[in-house]
Structures are given as structure tokens and as C-alpha cells.
């Protein structure tokens, strides 16, 4: 023990009285580390979602799409799964409910937008385990009562006791004026790491008894579907027991899709696998965390190369102090141990002055990178993750001194064996980020630039919830402005979910995609016609513009117009079908995003439904979009009195299908800059010890007449040979990674030749750089003081 605490007592006064050689390796290492867990805390934060709920492992979710449309499935799904599923032994309990991501409600008679509002059963709050503060949950199976979240309880009600008083719902996704709802408990905010958010819970009796009691007979996806399962319990057979059921049902007879496919999907799954519409929650794309995670273990190895290059450093120069300790009595055991309680206590620091800085910077990540960025410390992971980094970096350390203690000849080339291919390692990983970073960056650039067939600039979208009222005259007003260019309607945006029907009727095989519209609206999109055989625009239009993919298919299978027109003519249609009347032909757009290919799509033409004004589309003039903004919502407080005025722009909606992208180009521009700066902390330390090292042969060539160039050409040409070799195994690394990222996307870049040039050049030009100035410091000492030194 008294050996132990001198050992101790002198590395801890070696590392004070080498103060800059410590700060510097301790810096780089709590850089590295603390880099490496915000990313290795945030990517295990997203695979770990749902994880958190009693029996997670057993809930599902029940998807249902009409057969053959895999490429559009919805995470909503029929109401009928929800009867079924009493008749089912291996479902343990079953929950349906409904999702407004954007509600009108109202308190003390003040009008507020409210997203996150649920309507749910008791089963919902035993399968998701919702805790309430105040209020017994049963009571959400009474009429017209509701719970609410602490978060919007302090939000509306701050100090007030929110017990006994009511919410109006105004407007709740396609259902309006469901009257007041009384406040029955506050439920503890859903958990973080959930996929969805809740802030109001509505009961499912009273106002939305009618609409839930139509369900299972309806072919509406309007509600989500989950299944807490019996253990052992086949996902698969349950799908096949409820296709069973609604074949034996009368459902099939009903106007829609003859035939649908039931999957159940586990709750796990969904944050990370699912792309399915009208998810609950914004989820994340897999392949962008498993590249996140990547990262966080490039930068943690760059941060170990580093911190090994500076370790292997300082213990060459301390050859003479080893050998002097062994010739007066110390055994090698004595010296390992010196220099692994060093390297333990310098990781030690490292990590605690990384979990110091990582709780304090939150707020700076979460605006940075627009996530939830959050440390939970129940979790074994963490410490899992800490305590190897302490092993690993003392374990090499051990090998490290081990090795060293048993060699006999010059610490030259001892050190120069070891630390160079570290280096290699170092910038290889460099030049890796660099080029991804730069690819990254050049995809985001390219479908956000590349021509999507309309014109998403300058436009204005209204969400209006009001269809009691003529839209049109709300949109002939706005047409007086001189700040409006056009108005359009339409029931969806572009990037909102839409609808399909089934192209056999058509002989095709398949589905297509269509939105309810109106003829202004493509003009308002500038959406060009290849075809327009609409005979008086300015009247009421009713009929079908498909986009030309659907129209070249019709043309190659049919031959001609009026062909396709003769092929419905015999078609036998059921109850409530009407045959297609094809009234215009457009250029193909990009409707949803560059992650999937354009397809077969079609707008339906209905002016006479007030409800295609959903979305309402204003193209706006060039000018201050403040007062233009201000004039627009002057008017529609004259036409929709009392309702909110509630606007987005379109382009800001078609950039957020791309934030996985962007937040991982601003992740990767972060993470590049830290790991450049302690790269070039590792080849600092490098030059400097083989400048060091060369000290005698350096004042010989000085003495001999070399020109300080010359010895810097002597110094630089070893470190240039090396970013080569990291390079040349870089590039095809980096080429492999990108081109796999790349798959993500139906419509991408190439890997330019320039992408690789680059990033070699950047790392080399910091090797020089970095390397020149010490070597410069070398090449300009004295040389009499340089060999009077050695």
C-alpha cells in the first residue's frame, strides 16, 4: 500500500511539474471522449425508444393497406382490428386511438392552436403505463372528459388547480365543435424517448362516440391500432387471424379495396424502421444513426491515437530518467506501474471533466442541432461505456510500456515504429470525415436545388378547419391584392400523405397516388401541362390531371385515349364508383421526397367540394412578406372570424423532409472541426518529438551549410509520404461508406473524383502546416547550442 501511494504521490507531481504536456494530452483526450459520448449518448438515445414500457417487447402495432401498395403504407389502419381483436386469444389487451398533430381548442373562451391531442381508452393508459399526478384514470371512460399533460397544465393553468375545468374543442383533424371537456387529472409529460407526445388525452365517449362507433365498418384509416401480445404469442399468425376475419366480414363488399394486408410491427421498431405516413412522431432514418454512430467512434480513435501518440512521446524522452531508476534498484513491474497509474489518472480526469462539460452544454447542442439531446444515468450503458475507455487506454499503456522496457536499442526508432502508423491512423480518419462531410453536403445541396416540377418559392399555405363558408370568396378577395399572384385548394401540400386508388380499373396493375384539388392550384404550383384538353378553364373543372409517368403506362398498355376510354366504358363498375374522366396531363413532379422515385400520381378536380380548401395555397408576389403577411391576415379575419390565422411557407416544408440530412451534415461539420483539432494536437506532438529527436543531425547540417529549407524539405518529406498512405487506404474506406449512404436516396449525386482531392489536400496542408512550424523552430536554432545540447 505505501508503495502504491509514493507511485501515486510521484506521477501525480510529474504530471504537475510537466504542466503544458499534461493540460495538452488532457485536453485532447476530454475533447475526444467528451465528443464521443454527446454522439454516443444520442444515437443509443434513439435506438433505445419505446424500450421504456412495462412488456415493451410484446406491443405492437397492427398496420392495414389495401393489398399490393407495400410503398405506401399508413402507421394508421382500420377500425375493424380493434373488434377483431377481442376474438383473438393471443392479444392481451387492445388499444385504438386518434392523433391531432394540430387541434383548435379553447379556454376562458381564448383560442389557441394545440398540438399532440389524443383521444384514447383505459387500454391506452395500462399498455403505455400513464402515470397521473392528480386524478384517477378510469374516469377518461367517461363522456366528454380529458386529462392533461403537467407541461400544458403549467403552460395554461400555471398556479391555478385545473380540476373541474373545461377545454373547448373547436377543431380536432377533420371533426369540428365537440364541445367542452372536463379536466379530470394531470398525467405525468410522456417520457422522451417515446414515439409520440401527448398533451391532451380526450375520452372516446360523448363528443366522438358516433365517429368511433362507425369504425369497424367503415374503410377509414382514422385511428392507430396496438396489441399488447401474450408471451410467446406469433405477430404473424395474428396478422393472418385478422386478414381471416375481415375476408369473413362484410367489409370486402363495401366500395374501396376488395383486400387488405395486416402486419404487426413491434413498438421498437417504429422510431428507427418505420417510414410509414402520418406517423405520430418524427422518426429517425436508421441508416443516418448508424452513420452518427460511426462517427462517435472515429472521433473517440482519433481522441486514443492522439492520446497514445502524446503517451508514447513523453515516455521516450523520459529513457534516460528509466534507465538511471533501473541502474539505482527499480524492477520493470515499479516502472509499468508508474506509468499506467499516469495514463489511468489522465483518462480518469479526462472523463469527468468530459461528463462536466457535456452537462453543461444541453441547451447549446439541442439549438445547434435541433435535437433532444439528454444523459440518463440509470443507465448501465454509460458506465459500460466509461469504464472501457479506461481499460482500453490503460491497457495500452501496459502493452505500450511493456514493449518499450524490453527493447535495448535507440528510442528512435522505437517511437518512430509505433507512432507513425498511429498518425496514419489519425489522418486517415481526417481525410474519411472530410470527404463525408463534403458529400453529405453536396447531396443536401442537390435535392434541395434540383427542379421538383413546380415551384415552391413564395408561397404561403392556410390551414382552414372552417367548410361551413365558400372558400371561393375568400380566394376572389385575396385576388384583389396586388401582393397575391394566384390562390389555390387542395386537400394536401406536397409532403402531406395523400390518398390512392387501385389502376385496374384502368388495366393497370397497382396504385397511384392523388390529391383533391382545384385547377388553380396547378397553376398557383406552376405545375406545367403536357396535356390540356380542359375545354372552359374559367368554369367550375371537375375530372382527372394524372402526371405523365401515369399517362405514358396508360398510353403504352392501351395505345391511344380514346382507347383507355373504351376499356372503362366495359368495365363493370360496383355501387358509388364513377369511370375516370381525364381531362389534362402534366409534367412529372417530385411530390414527396428525393428518397423515393416519382410514381404513377393524379390530381382529382372537384370544385364543387368547399373542402379541397384545406390547404389553401397563396402564390405571393415579390415584396415585404411582412406587410403582405399582415394584409392576408386582415382578410381572413373578415371572412373566418374568430378562427386562428394559421400559415406556413411551403418551402420550409419541403426542406424538413430533408432534416435527418441536414442534421447530419451540421453533426458532421462539428465532429470534423473536433477531430482536425486534436488530429493535429497528435502530429504537433509527433513533429515535435522527431524534431526533437534529430536535434544533432540538424546542427550538423546547419554547421555543414544547409539551408533552412533544406532541412525543412528533410522534416516534411516523412510526414507527406505518411498522408499519402492514409490516403490511399482512405479513399476506397470513405468511397464504400458514402456510396452506402447514398442508397437512401432514389435521386443523388455521384461520387466526384474532387470530393477525395479535397479532402487529401485539406489533410495534408494541415500536416505541413502543423509539421512546418516546428520544423521551422528546429531548422532556424543555433546550431552550436543544438549540438552543445546533445
Given at each position: 500500500m505505501i508503495s502504491t501511494n509514493k507511485n501515486l504521490k510521484y506521477s501525480l507531481r510529474r504530471m504537475w511539474n510537466n504542466r503544458l504536456s499534461t493540460a495538452i494530452n488532457l485536453f485532447g483526450l476530454t475533447i475526444g471522449i467528451g465528443a464521443f459520448l454527446v454522439l454516443y449518448v444520442y444515437t443509443n438515445n434513439e435506438k433505445s425508444f419505446d424500450k421504456h414500457f412495462p412488456d415493451a417487447e410484446n406491443i405492437y402495432r397492427v398496420t392495414s393497406m389495401p393489398l399490393g401498395i407495400d410503398d405506401d403504407r399508413w402507421a394508421r389502419s382500420l377500425g375493424m382490428v380493434h373488434d377483431v381483436a377481442v376474438t383473438i386469444p393471443d392479444v392481451e389487451k387492445a388499444t385504438w386511438f386518434s392523433?391531432?398533430?394540430?387541434?383548435?381548442?379553447?379556454i376562458n373562451n381564448k383560442q389557441f392552436e394545440q398540438g399532440d391531442v389524443m383521444s384514447v381508452d383505459k387500454e391506452f393508459t395500462d399498455i403505455f403505463n400513464v402515470e397521473t399526478i392528480v386524478g384517477n384514470l378510469s374516469e377518461i371512460s367517461n363522456p366528454n372528459t380529458c386529462f392533461i399533460s403537467e407541461g400544458f397544465a403549467q403552460k395554461y393553468f400555471k398556479n391555478e388547480n385545473p380540476i373541474g375545468k373545461s377545454i373547448n374543442i373547436d377543431a380536432l383533424q377533420y371533426v369540428r365543435n365537440l364541445g367542452a371537456y372536463e379536466i379530470r387529472g394531470i398525467v405525468k409529460n410522456t417520457h422522451p424517448k417515446s414515439h409520440f407526445n401527448y398533451e391532451i388525452?380526450?375520452?372516446?365517449?360523448g363528443g366522438l362516440a358516433e365517429r368511433y362507433e362507425s369504425m369497424p365498418t367503415r374503410k377509414v384509416q382514422w385511428v392507430y391500432?396496438?396489441?399488447?401480445?401474450?408471451?410467446?404469442?406469433?405477430?404473424?399468425?395474428?396478422?393472418?387471424?385478422?386478414?381471416?376475419?375481415?375476408?369473413?366480414?362484410s367489409l370486402p363488399t363495401i366500395q374501396g379495396p376488395t383486400d387488405y394486408q395486416f402486419d404487426l410491427t413491434p413498438i421498437s421498431d417504429i422510431h428507427l424502421h418505420s417510414s410509414d405516413k402520418f406517423e405520430l412522431k418524427e422518426s429517425n432514418s436508421k441508416i443516418n444513426i448508424g452513420f452518427l454512430g460511426g462517427v462517435s467512434l472515429v472521433i473517440l480513435l482519433i481522441?486514443?491515437?492522439?492520446?497514445?501518440?502524446?503517451?508514447?512521446?513523453?515516455?521516450?524522452?523520459?529513457?534516460?530518467?528509466?534507465?538511471i531508476?533501473?541502474?539505482?534498484?527499480?524492477n520493470k513491474p515499479q516502472l509499468i506501474l508508474q506509468i499506467i497509474n499516469e495514463v489511468a489518472i489522465t483518462c480518469i480526469l479526462s472523463i469527468l471533466m468530459s461528463l462536466m462539460f457535456i452537462e453543461l452544454i444541453p441547451p447549446l447542442i439541442n439549438q445547434l442541432f435541433d435535437i433532444q439531446f439528454r444523459i440518463y444515468y440509470d443507465e448501465p450503458i454509460i458506465y459500460i461505456c466509461l469504464i472501457s475507455i479506461i481499460i482500453g487506454t490503460t491497457l495500452l499503456a501496459f502493452l505500450f510500456a511493456l514493449f518499450f522496457l524490453n527493447?535495448?536499442?535507440?528510442?528512435?526508432?522505437?517511437?518512430?515504429?509505433?507512432?507513425?502508423?498511429?498518425?496514419?491512423?489519425?489522418?486517415?480518419?481526417?481525410?474519411?470525415?472530410?470527404?463525408?462531410?463534403?458529400?453529405?453536403?453536396?447531396q443536401i445541396q442537390f435535392i434541395l436545388n434540383s427542379p421538383l416540377g413546380y415551384d415552391k418559392e413564395q408561397v404561403v399555405v392556410l390551414e382552414i378547419k372552417d367548410f361551413?363558408?365558400?372558400?371561393?370568396?375568400?380566394?376572389?378577395?385575396?385576388?384583389?391584392?396586388?401582393?397575391?399572384?394566384?390562390?389555390?385548394?387542395?386537400?394536401?401540400?406536397?409532403?402531406?400523405?395523400?390518398?390512392?386508388?387501385?389502376?385496374?380499373?384502368?388495366?393497370?396493375?397497382?396504385?397511384?397516388?392523388?390529391?383533391f384539388a382545384n385547377y388553380d392550384y396547378l397553376k398557383t404550383m406552376k405545375i406545367p401541362f403536357v396535356e390540356n384538353w380542359i375545354n372552359k378553364p374559367d368554369e367550375p373543372v371537375t375530372g382527372m390531371v394524372i402526371n405523365k409517368h401515369l399517362y405514358n403506362r396508360l398510353i403504352e398498355r392501351h395505345g391511344s385515349l380514346d382507347a383507355i376510354e373504351q376499356y372503362q366504358s366495359q368495365q363493370t363498375l360496383e355501387e358509388g364508383q364513377t369511370s375516370v374522366n381525364f381531362i389534362g396531363v402534366v409534367d412529372d413532379f417530385n411530390y414527396s421526397s428525393a428518397h423515393e422515385i416519382i410514381g404513377d400520381y393524379a390530381f382529382w378536380?372537384?370544385?364543387?367540394?368547399?373542402q379541397i380548401a384545406r390547404f389553401t395555397h397563396i402564390r405571393l408576389n415579390p415584396g415585404n412578406i411582412h406587410q403582405e403577411l399582415d394584409r392576408i391576415e386582415s382578410i381572413w379575419d373578415e371572412y373566418y372570424e374568430g378562427e386562428l390565422f394559421n400559415y406556413f411557407f411551403l418551402d420550409d416544408k419541403v426542406a424538413a423532409q430533408y432534416k435527418s440530412e441536414a442534421l447530419l451534415s451540421r453533426i458532421l461539420i462539428t465532429f470534423s472541426i473536433l477531430g482536425i483539432l486534436i488530429a493535429v494536437i497528435g502530429i504537433s506532438a509527433l513533429s515535435l518529438f522527431i524534431s526533437q529527436l534529430k536535434t544533432k543531425e540538424i546542427g550538423i547540417r546547419k554547421v555543414n551549410g544547409a539551408k533552412t529549407s533544406e532541412v525543412l524539405l528533410m522534416l516534411n518529406k516523412g510526414f507527406v509520404k505518411w498522408v499519402m498512405i492514409a490516403f490511399i487506404i482512405a479513399t476506397p474506406l470513405s468511397y464504400f461508406v458514402m456510396n452506402k449512404w447514398l442508397e437512401n436516396f432514389a435521386y443523388k449525386t455521384t461520387l466526384s473524383w474532387w470530393i477525395f482531392a479535397i479532402a487529401g489536400a485539406f489533410a495534408l496542408g494541415i500536416a505541413l502546416l502543423t509539421v512546418s512550424w516546428q520544423s521551422w523552430k528546429s531548422a532556424n536554432r543555433n546550431p552550436v547550442e543544438a549540438l552543445r545540447y546533445e
Open positions: 392523433h391531432a398533430p394540430n387541434a383548435t381548442i379553447s388525452l380526450l375520452s372516446q365517449k391500432n396496438y396489441f399488447l401480445l401474450k408471451k410467446d404469442a406469433n405477430p404473424n399468425a395474428i396478422a393472418q387471424a385478422l386478414h381471416k376475419q375481415f375476408m369473413a366480414s481522441s486514443l491515437f492522439n492520446f497514445t501518440n502524446l503517451s508514447i512521446a513523453k515516455l521516450l524522452k523520459r529513457s534516460d530518467e528509466f534507465n531508476r533501473r541502474s539505482i534498484g527499480a527493447q535495448k536499442n535507440t528510442k528512435f526508432k522505437v517511437g518512430s515504429s509505433t507512432m507513425r502508423p498511429l498518425l496514419i491512423g489519425q489522418v486517415t480518419i481526417v481525410i474519411i470525415l472530410v470527404a463525408s462531410t463534403l458529400l453529405v453536403n453536396k361551413s363558408k365558400d372558400p371561393n370568396a375568400f380566394a376572389n378577395r385575396l385576388k384583389q391584392e396586388s401582393c397575391v399572384a394566384s390562390v389555390g385548394f387542395t386537400r394536401q401540400y406536397f409532403g402531406y400523405p395523400t390518398q390512392s386508388f387501385g389502376l385496374a380499373g384502368l388495366g393497370l396493375d397497382g396504385y397511384a397516388e392523388f390529391v378536380l372537384n370544385e364543387s367540394d368547399n
